[in-house]
């Protein structure tokens, strides 16, 4: 086992009453923390120069919510991605007077450091001119990757009446907040697993690894059900043709009684010091929830080591 190892503890609480957590590891070795913060009213970062240093890094708020209007409640599942030299913060918002009136939105920082230096509100997520649906309904978790020299958004987006189904959609980006295409179906909440309580597929992740894309995503309710799905398509395909994705039949994880883990889900990716993936989801440790599960602050930040099978694909389970 490396230092590095030692240090880290997996499958765990690692930090605490921090949903839907996002790590990005910078060019210069610096590793950033962000989350969902119970009181879904500010955005925070803490960086460390090692994973394990983030637990009980600084935690510093760099926007707050509005007091009224777009972006003034429910300030949801921040990322921190680095684009073409400047700082991207994507997240969703609700407003005061509508609370579920949820969006995608963009800040920008263009100074070298994200916590000290300037955000600028970019506005909702942009969407071309023929494209009538993007945005336009009850949309949030946002995620950006690069591919083959482009860049690409997949976010989640409900859609009907009544029992209202939460998709994943992708298109590709013009800009950090603008989408050059019009929105292509990933995946729908097709399967019994996806449909607890909810219709839900959301939290979108990425990870390019063995000449594939692989994207992660949570079903279900925020309860003891939210559990991980799995998409795949390979890195010469088009990825805005749905059939280049291949769709897993079952979840790839989700609660386990014997680990003490429950309603694992809206993860993402990063890596330890020496390379290894590592995936960084929140759980409960408890079944029984109070109150709405949406406002307990219980999901807690947690780090698993993946492992690769011999196809290459992910392999997720919480055996150390």
Known sequence: MSEQEKKLTFNEPWILQRADPYIYKHTDG????????????????????????????EEVEIWHKHEEG???YHIWAPELHYINGAWYIYFAAGEKENVWNIRPYVLECKDEDPITGTWVEKGKMGCVEEDEFSFRAFSLDGTVFENKGKYYYIWAEKVGVGRQISNLYIGELET????????VLLTTPDYDWERIGFWVNEGPAVIKRNGKIFVT???SETGVAYCMGMLTADEESDLLDPLSWKKERYPVLCSDDSKGIYGPGHNSFTVDEEGNDILVYHARTETEIVGDPLYNPNRHAMLMKIKWDEQGRPVFGFDD
């Open 30 to 57: 610096t590793y950033y923390f962000t989350a969902s913060v119970p009181a879904y009213d500010q955005i925070v970062l803490r960086r460390a120069d090692s994973l394990a240093g983030l637990q009980n890094a």
């Open 70 to 72: 777009i972006m003034s």
């Open 176 to 183: 950090p907040y603008q989408l050059k295409t019009v929105q």
């Open 217 to 219: 995503y949570s079903a």
